[in-house]
């Protein structure tokens, strides 16, 4: 069973429409501020850049799920720290990459990042659409295969990318879970550790510190460090389907 506060959605096809950021009272907005100087003091890493949040979430129809989007920074998630304000969740792509084992790959967080320490799928939070571009499922697709490529090395095709499954977990985020294609296990090691070469070499530390390969949810119990809410129920959904 899924931890408590973990949702799993079946579904085959995402509604994807936008929507306006909710507006801020000024007090509101000025101690959000507060928060973000105060974190990004304590933390240079950090940037304000644009993301994606999630403004809602319905069945449109059986396995055919409607999320409305809203394009805000990563300054807006400072709200959680706020008394009696209230942040969007979160919205972001992770993906399954299994080997031909039927291992799942998870990832854990370097020290610089955000959630220094943390094993996760590989994935990152929704950017909002440039250029006039639209985000669709293919968009969504295209950003899930490119944190493969940035933290992984691995070249699969958006395409080649199949959403399994959407969660909703801590702080009501939600998590869009694509399926990649098998790979054997040295492919995995040997793209990963290039990658992470191809990083230090010009001067930054890599995303991810490890990969660990799991066969089931009960493995999870011998990695150091804490575990992404959705990694448990993930890693034991896949392990069912062998």
């Known amino acids: 069973m899924p931890p408590v506060g973990i949702d799993l959605f079946d579904v085959e096809r995402l509604l994807l429409t936008e929507a306006a950021e ?8 000025e101690a ?8 990004t003091r304590a933390n240079p890493t950090l940037f304000d850049g644009p993301v994606v ?3 809602g979430l319905e069945w449109a129809s059986p396995r055919i799920l409607r999320l409305s989007w809203v394009g805000v920074t990563y300054r807006h998630y400072a709200l959680r720290r706020v008394p009696g304000a209230t942040a969007l969740p979160s919205l972001f792509v992770n993906v399954v990459q299994p080997t031909d084992d039927g291992r799942v790959l998870a990832a854990r967080m370097s020290p610089s990042t955000a959630a220094p320490g943390r094993w996760q799928l590989p994935g990152g939070s929704v950017e909002p659409p440039q250029n006039g571009a639209v985000l669709d499922e293919s968009a969504l697709a295209g950003q899930a ?10 070249g699969a095709a958006p395409e080649d990318l199949k959403l399994w499954v959407v969660t909703r977990g801590e702080n009501g985020s939600v998590g869009l879970t ?5 790979l054997p296990e040295a492919t995995l090691r040997a793209d990963f550790a290039a990658a992470a070469a191809a990083e230090r070499a010009h001067g930054r530390e890599p995303e991810l510190a490890d990969i660990a ?3 089931s949810p009960d493995e999870l119990a011998d990695l150091v460090g804490p575990n992404a809410d959705y990694l448990e129920p993930i890693v034991r959904r896949y392990a069912r389907r062998r």
């Not at 909710?22 to 907005?29: C, E, S, V």
């Not at 490119?146 to 992984?152: D, F, I, M, N, P």
């Open 22 to 29: 909710p507006p801020l009272p000024r007090k509101i907005a």
């Open 32 to 39: 959000r501020d507060r928060v973000w100087d105060m974190a």
């Open 53 to 55: 949040a999630c403004g």
């Open 145 to 154: 295969a490119r944190e493969l490529a940035e933290e992984l090395g691995i």
């Open 178 to 182: 694509y399926l990649a294609p098998a």
């Open 213 to 215: 390969l799991l066969h």
